[in-house]
């Protein structure tokens, strides 16, 4: 197309940005504005966007993430990994026992094994056994760290007064203080700049009339006789156009009917379970100690209404596994060995993983075989990231029958997901309370092998009191994750934002 057909076609608007560009060459959408005489920024970006559809321009985006404090008070707080340096350093002359740190009162005994991880993380100490008794002895690294503040810290003094951005902080700070609970709101911040092209920039050099035109015939120009004096403005007919996009339905549904037909053809039932458990269901049952540290609040949502849920109507089953947790019972094994309370067991929680949907099913229907599956979402108190969420799916699963074993749980893995697409994956060993031997199923994602989930044999601490004597192959395995790999996201919370471009165009699996 000529350039004279391209000016005639231009709208006032972009006329205005086209010469504003011409003296700025690139700027801001409000800088734009301001040397355009525009009167909104709104304008602005209309006209780019057609002057960039007709190759004129071109506009740039960089999000720029900025991370300030959910709650001021933090600062004013030493963080927990500082407060135990400081009493064992203090106290215990760099060494001390766990029962003798919590003893001291000085944290929660939850804070405690918080801080211990990022003790350890930091290189500050190191946790070891002796006889019965854990030991934290803290290193050189620890005994530096005790007269000046690490970087963390040093940021939230920062973020104290004000918004910090990715580059206003050390590299790796800000990604390790969003992994603390409830500590750092992210606020993503869109940064555009508009450009003029080769072509924009040769048509801005002309000379042509800024002046106003009309669009569109309306009856008041018709009535009045002043289509005689206005400018008609072009158009073109070959110009951009955006898709029209009927409704469809979200990705992850249809992820989750595309897993249902999966398992569904390879002889499954589909059942399915309720968010609220007791802890006997869910951990219990499941042979979890329980001193497990996935039992501690800052892993398991517990409840306050209800507090805790009656297990009268599981008065015999209680009865054996709190056997099976102190000696063993009739398995074979020597349990935990420790003093098992009912007032644990009741307390209500939010499920962590869907395999309590899996051990009431052997509860209920012990007869042999049985090939079940779920779908469902289960919830852990985790500190969100782009591979975490505190709450998502879980596909899981159990086959239970004459002869079923290791090699028999792999290859039904990898039918699974080579049903679903992935081209590569991997089996590696695992550990998990309730599951011997235990495996992790992981898949390569952008270079890396990432963890999908975990899978195994029951062990007979949880099939026997169920009713069951044969093998019971058993997984749990994240759909998000799964997802991400199909999809091609980096970061797993994209899945939920309700991003209507990426809805749009999200392929449909």
Same mark, same amino acid.
């Given at each position: 197309m000529a350039d004279e057909d391209v000016l005639e076609q231009l709208s006032y608007s972009e006329k205005k940005v086209l010469k504003a560009l011409h003296t700025l060459k690139t700027s801001t959408p409000e800088n734009i504005q301001k040397e355009g005489g525009l009167d909104q920024v709104v304008e602005v970006m209309n006209a780019a966007s057609w002057l960039q559809a007709k190759g004129l321009v071109e506009i740039r985006e960089v999000i720029r993430k900025n991370y300030s404090l959910k709650r001021k008070d933090v600062a004013a707080k030493k963080l927990p990994e500082r407060v135990v340096l400081e009493v064992v350093m203090q106290d215990f002359g760099g060494r001390v026992s766990l029962a003798d740190l919590k003893a001291s009162g000085k944290l929660k005994i939850e804070d405690i094994q918080i801080a211990l991880g990022w003790i350890k993380r930091k290189g500050w100490g190191d946790l070891t056994k002796e006889g019965p008794d854990t030991i934290v002895i803290m290193t050189d690294k620890g005994r530096a760290a005790l007269s000046e503040k690490g970087d963390d810290e040093l940021t939230i003094e920062r973020l104290a007064t004000s918004e910090l951005s990715e580059e206003d902080a050390p590299e790796g700070v800000l990604e390790a203080l969003k992994q603390r609970k409830d500590f750092l709101n992210e606020k993503h911040i869109v940064i555009r700049t508009i450009a003029l092209t080769e072509k924009g920039s040769e048509l801005a050099a002309r000379p042509f009339e800024m002046r106003e035109e009309v669009a569109q015939i309306t009856p008041e120009l018709i009535q009045s006789g002043k289509w005689r004096e206005v400018n008609l403005r072009k158009y073109d007919v070959k110009a951009f156009a955006p898709t029209a996009i009927g409704g469809r339905k979200h990705p992850m549904t249809l992820l989750i009917d595309r897993v249902r037909e999966a398992f569904l053809t390879m002889g499954f039932t589909e059942i399915r379970g309720q968010y609220v458990e007791s802890a006997f269901w869910n951990m219990d049952v499941l042979f979890t100690a329980q001193d497990h540290p996935a039992r501690e609040m800052q892993d398991t949502f517990y409840l306050k209404n209800p507090d805790k849920i009656d297990l009268t109507k599981d008065r015999e089953l209680v009865d054996i596994v709190k056997q099976v947790h102190e000696n063993g019972w009739k398995t074979g094994s020597l349990g935990w060995r420790y003093d098992w309370k009912i007032e644990e067991a009741e307390r209500a929680l939010l499920r962590t993983h869907s395999t309590v949907n899996t051990a009431r099913y052997i509860a209920e229907n012990p007869e042999l075989p049985f090939k079940v599956f779920s779908i469902g979402r289960i919830f852990r108190s985790e500190a969100m990231d782009s591979t975490h969420l505190p709450e998502f799916t879980q596909i899981e699963g159990i086959v239970c029958e004459e002869g &079923? /074993?290791? /090699? #028999? %749980?792999?290859?039904?893995?990898? @039918?699974? $997901?080579?049903? #679903?697409?992935?081209? @590569? #994956?991997?089996?590696?060993? &695992? $550990?998990? !309370? $309730?599951? @011997? *031997?235990?495996?992790?199923?992981?898949?390569? =994602?952008?270079?890396? =092998? #990432?963890? %999908?989930?975990? &899978?195994?044999?029951?062990? *007979? +601490?949880?099939?026997? !009191? %169920?009713?069951?004597?044969?093998?019971?192959? &058993? =997984?749990?395995?994240?759909? +998000?994750?799964l997802g991400m790999l199909l999809w091609g996201l980096d970061d797993i919370r994209d899945i939920y934002v309700s991003d209507i471009d990426w809805l749009k165009k999200a392929p449909q699996v």
């Open positions: &079923a /074993n290791f /090699n #028999m %749980l792999c290859g039904l893995l990898k @039918e699974f $997901y080579r049903r #679903m697409g992935i081209p @590569e #994956m991997r089996i590696r060993p &695992a $550990y998990f !309370p $309730y599951t @011997e *031997p235990s495996l992790e199923v992981e898949i390569l =994602w952008k270079g890396q =092998w #990432m963890e %999908l989930g975990g &899978a195994g044999i029951f062990r *007979p +601490e949880v099939t026997e !009191p %169920l009713g069951v004597k044969e093998p019971v192959l &058993a =997984w749990g395995l994240g759909l +998000e994750r």
